[in-house]
C-alpha cells in the first residue's frame, strides 16, 4: 500500500510539473523585481524566457529590460491576467473594463493586427514567446511612427497604454497618475538592466 500510495503521489507531482512547465500555462514568477530570478525561473523544458526576450530584441530591437518592464507593469507575468470587472447596479459582477487579456494585456483587435501583420495566426496571449514578440513589435511600430528611441521606456510605454491615437493626441498630458505610472516603468527598466549585468552572479 505504501509503495503504491508514493508511486501515486509521485506521479501526481510528476504531472503538476509538466502542467506548470507547458509553454502559457505556467504561474507567474515569483520574485518579479529582479530580472534575473524571473528568467532563472523561468529556464525550463519547455520555455526559456529569457531568450525569448533576447530573440524579440534581435528582431525588433528594443532591448529586454524595455521588453520586459512594460510586461512587469502590465501584468505582473500572470499568463492569464484581464482587467477588472465593472459592476451592475454597484455590486452584481459585470462586464470587463476592456478586452486585455494575457502576459501583454493586449486588446482583441490590436492582437489580430499583430497576427496579421506577423503571419503569427496562431499567438496566443497566453504564450510568453508570443507575448514578448508581440510588445516589441508594439513598440517597435511606436518607434517609428513617433521617432521614439527605442530605449525610451517612458514613451514607449505611454504609447503602449494609450494607443497610437491617444498618444498621438497628448491624452496622456493631462494624466499626471499615468505620467508617474510611466515612470515606474521607466525605473524598473533601468533596475532590470542594472540586474541583468549581474546575472551570472545571483542565479
Known amino acids: 500500500m505504501r509503495t503504491s500510495h508514493f508511486v501515486k ?8 510539473a509538466l502542467a506548470a512547465a507547458l509553454p502559457g ?5 515569483l520574485e518579479i523585481d529582479n530580472v534575473c530570478a524571473v528568467f ?25 529590460p524595455v ?10 507575468f500572470q499568463h492569464d491576467a484581464k482587467p477588472p470587472r465593472t459592476f451592475l447596479l454597484g455590486f452584481i459582477p459585470w462586464k470587463r473594463v476592456s478586452s486585455a487579456y494575457g502576459y501583454s494585456q493586449a486588446l482583441d483587435g490590436t492582437w489580430a493586427q499583430y497576427q496579421k501583420e506577423t503571419g503569427n495566426a496562431s499567438a496566443k496571449r497566453t504564450n510568453f514567446k508570443d507575448a ?5 513589435w508594439y513598440h517597435d511600430k511606436t518607434a ?3 521617432g521614439i528611441a527605442k530605449d525610451d521606456a517612458y514613451n514607449l510605454y505611454l504609447a503602449y497604454y494609450f494607443g497610437w491615437t491617444g498618444y498621438g ?4 498630458k493631462e494624466r499626471p497618475g499615468l505620467q508617474a505610472y510611466a515612470r515606474q516603468t ?11 549585468k549581474t546575472c551570472g552572479q545571483q542565479v
Open 9 to 16: 503521489i509521485a506521479g501526481l507531482t510528476l504531472v503538476a
Open 25 to 29: 500555462r505556467s504561474a507567474a514568477p
Open 40 to 64: 532563472s525561473q523561468k529556464a525550463g523544458w519547455f520555455e526559456d524566457w529569457q531568450q525569448a526576450a533576447e530573440e524579440t530584441q534581435r528582431e525588433r530591437g528594443v532591448p529586454v
Open 67 to 76: 521588453l520586459m518592464a512594460t510586461l512587469r507593469k502590465e501584468s505582473a
Open 132 to 136: 514578448v514578440d508581440f510588445v516589441g
Open 144 to 146: 517609428r511612427q513617433f
Open 169 to 172: 493626441r497628448g491624452d496622456w
Open 186 to 196: 521607466e525605473e524598473m527598466a533601468r533596475d532590470y538592466a542594472a540586474q541583468l
